[in-house]
């Protein structure tokens, strides 16, 4: 989390003054940040807002994967949009699974709605995975008949080496190549969709493998810092 201590405040104060044609007051705030981690949100009334939660929702990842032109040429539309989909699928289910592993360890004040359900729901619905993203936090909520919904993003610059992403990356010749990756987390409340909580999380180099390899590093970040963590 991005955080400026009491110490740089004071240089601020006391140092940027006489020093404002030499030393712009960017060049510090750079300087203070050059450290920092993952950014995180968190209501400040997270606590009494949630209360009274007993179920969320996780849904399908909104994934994007921004291939080089040259890649482009050798991939379709449709390619590209089902292994978007494939991804957030996958992405999905590994963040579903990496709760359930670790319930007993955080003890969880929640309890996280199967997706099979959650995605049958919003099938059910004609609701498809690149409609989710038209409709509201609440209304969402309200059709999966949860008190919370977990969202997240992923914007990539290669495909991942899993499901569908395997025979794409062949054929792009991604396999095994570096990603950098741009994900986030979020939790908006059920009743007025109202954002509670956010994590932003750069990856790269190996961790942009696989989904597996990316969830865990997001969440092993994340958990330090999730809400709904008894602990």
């Not at 359930?100 to 995975?129: E, P, W």
Request: hydrophobic share 40%.
């Amino acid at each position: 989390m991005c955080i400026v201590s009491s110490e740089a405040l004071h240089l601020q104060k006391n140092f940027i003054p006489g020093m404002k044609k030499t030393f712009p007051a960017f060049f510090l705030l750079a300087f203070i940040c050059i450290s920092c981690g993952p950014t995180i949100y968190k209501s400040q009334d997270f606590t009494s807002k949630t209360s009274s939660h007993k179920i969320v929702a996780i849904l399908p990842a909104d994934v994007n994967i921004s291939l080089r032109p040259k890649d482009m040429k050798k991939t379709s539309i449709d390619q590209l949009n089902e292994m978007e989909e494939k991804t957030g699928l996958d992405i999905q289910d590994k963040m579903y699974t990496w709760f359930l592993k670790r319930s007993n360890k955080f003890k969880y004040t929640v309890a996280f709605q199967d997706i099979s359900k959650t995605n049958a729901i919003l099938l059910q619905n004609g609701i498809k995975q690149n409609d989710i993203q038209t409709k509201t936090k609440e209304e969402l909520a309200k059709l999966l008949n949860v008190d919370a919904i977990i969202s997240s993003k992923a914007t990539m610059q290669k495909p991942m080496s899993e499901g569908a992403a395997v025979a794409v990356g062949v054929l792009v010749g991604a396999w095994g190549a570096t990603n950098n990756i741009q994900t986030s987390i979020a939790i908006n409340e059920g009743k007025q969709g109202e954002l509670l909580w956010k994590y932003d999380y750069n990856a790269d180099g190996s961790v942009g493998s696989s989904t597996s390899n990316l969830v865990n590093a997001l969440m092993r970040n994340a958990s330090k810092k999730f809400p709904y963590n008894d602990k």
